[in-house]
């Protein structure tokens, strides 16, 4: 099946510092999303992005789906920005059947 | 966005017994999916839940083991059956967006089988 890595796996920041997380997956897509995961457990949407830029606010994501990654980026980090980050694609034409990633767990630090 | 509720939040199960988790969304919506997060780990499809006809398990998942009832457009069913300390884990619905493939997601039942 499709591989979804995620990289780094864990990082660590200082509030105010800026990140780049990265997701590589191993087939074609038509869906990617990524998503933030509180410490409480909530899934929350940041992007829909199978293809280009998207920003909101301090958060934006570049997905290059011929090379087959997608990145997120994270400015001016806040100690609410802990958590895991997922991505999670689906196959073209797979019914939209998430495979997540490995994820990148984050800590911002005062 | 929907807006999706799960219940129960969380539960203590003693080994052996079954638990239905119930979703409920707050529009009608075609494609209803269930994942399960063991501790520590990422998400996986447990199953894609249609209203009218069986659901489609993933592979390492059967009927037997966790049956899903989809009576209408708004609520599903999950029930984690003969349960043991393995399914421990965070078990969340999610829905698909009218409009686009964006899916979203409940807050999740935290389940601890001792």
């Known amino acids: 099946g499709i591989q979804v890595e995620q990289s780094p796996p864990d990082l660590i920041l200082q509030e105010g510092a800026n990140s780049t997380l990265r997701c590589n997956f191993s087939?074609?897509?038509?869906?990617l999303q990524w998503f933030h995961q509180n410490p409480w457990g909530q899934l929350i949407n940041l992007f829909y992005?199978?293809?280009g830029t998207k920003q909101n606010g301090r958060l934006s994501a570049t997905t290059v789906a011929t090379e087959r990654y997608s990145l997120l980026y994270i400015s001016s980090s806040q100690t609410t920005d802990s958590g895991v980050y997922f991505c999670?694609?689906?196959?073209?034409?797979?019914?939209?059947?998430?495979?997540f990633g490995t994820g990148t767990q984050l800590k911002v630090e005062l | 966005s929907a807006v999706i509720s799960q219940k129960p939040s969380r539960d203590i199960c003693q080994r052996g017994t079954s638990l239905t988790i119930q979703c409920q969304v707050d529009?009608?919506?075609?494609?209803m999916f269930w994942y399960r997060q063991q501790p520590g780990q990422s998400l996986t499809l447990i199953a894609t839940?249609?209203?009218?006809?069986?659901?489609?398990?993933e592979s390492g998942f059967v009927i037997d083991k966790f049956p899903i009832s989809r009576p209408n457009l708004t609520f599903s069913t999950l029930t984690v059956s003969n349960m043991s300390p393995e399914d421990s884990s965070i078990y969340l619905c999610?829905?698909?967006?009218?409009?686009?493939?964006?899916?979203?997601f409940g807050p999740g039942t935290r389940l601890t089988v001792t």
């Open positions: 999670a694609v689906d196959l073209t034409g797979g019914g939209n059947k998430l495979t």
């Open positions: 839940a249609n209203q009218g006809s069986e659901a489609t398990y």
């Open positions: 087939d074609s897509v038509n869906n």
């Open positions: 529009s009608q919506v075609t494609m």
């Open positions: 999610s829905v698909e967006d009218k409009g686009n493939y964006e899916q979203y």
């Open positions: 992005i199978p293809s």
